[in-house]
């Protein structure tokens, strides 16, 4: 059966969060004993080990508060309104479904790309977090949607691939931003993996 949904991720998927994170990061070890570089040798430590929410499982291991996350600094990879066209005019309905705070439609209509959406589900509008699989089950209810007629795009494991791949949806792996060197183990595999989001084209 033919794909007709194709939703994505939104941090590391369609933006660039490097910067968030290296000032979420400077933030958590200001005015501590625990130095920035410390930080993050051990956040690629535990993400190289496939630990879940290495960000947060730093932070306690140095038993640090961790700082908010503030997408100030996020930019819109340069491929992304190429391949939203393109998927658009191949009549895919398209959607997000992320784990992101109060503003997202404001901030996806300042990048430009708030038309291409049919649907947008929010952690912070839906109360429901990723990797809780209600919040992709809410997606495919809005959507009318089967999970075998869907698409996940995403850039985790743990938040995108595993719980979209456990309710039968089909998966798309995007090795970039914070979490691009993941190891994938066979029981987590996706349908695919790509390393820009330009591969799409290759696949739908």
């Not at 977090?129 to 495919?140: E, G, N, T």
């Amino acid at each position: 059966m033919k794909a007709k949904w194709v939703f994505f991720d939104m941090g590391s998927t369609l933006v660039d969060e490097n910067e968030c994170y290296e000032v979420r990061f400077k933030e958590t070890t200001k005015n501590t004993n625990i130095f920035y570089e410390e930080f993050v040798d051990k956040f690629l430590e535990m993400k190289m080990n496939n630990i879940y929410y290495p960000d947060k499982k730093t932070a306690e291991y140095f038993h640090l508060e961790l700082a908010p996350f503030s997408s100030e600094h996020e930019k819109l990879f340069k491929e992304v309104n190429e391949v939203l066209e393109y998927l658009s005019k191949k009549k895919y309905k398209l959607g997000i479904i992320a784990n992101q705070n109060k503003g997202l439609k404001e901030r996806l209509k300042e990048f430009g790309i708030l038309h291409y959406f049919d649907l947008i589900i929010s952690s912070f509008e839906s109360g429901i977090s990723k990797p809780d699989k209600q919040i992709f089950l809410l997606a495919l209810k809005k959507a009318n949607c089967l999970p075998r007629e869907a698409f996940m795009v995403g850039d985790r494991l743990d938040n995108d691939i595993i719980p979209a791949k456990e309710i039968k949806m089909n998966t798309i792996l995007i090795r970039q931003g914070m979490y691009k060197d993941y190891v994938i183990p066979s029981e987590d595999k996706p349908t695919y993996v790509i390393d820009n989001l330009l591969d799409l084209k290759n696949i739908l």
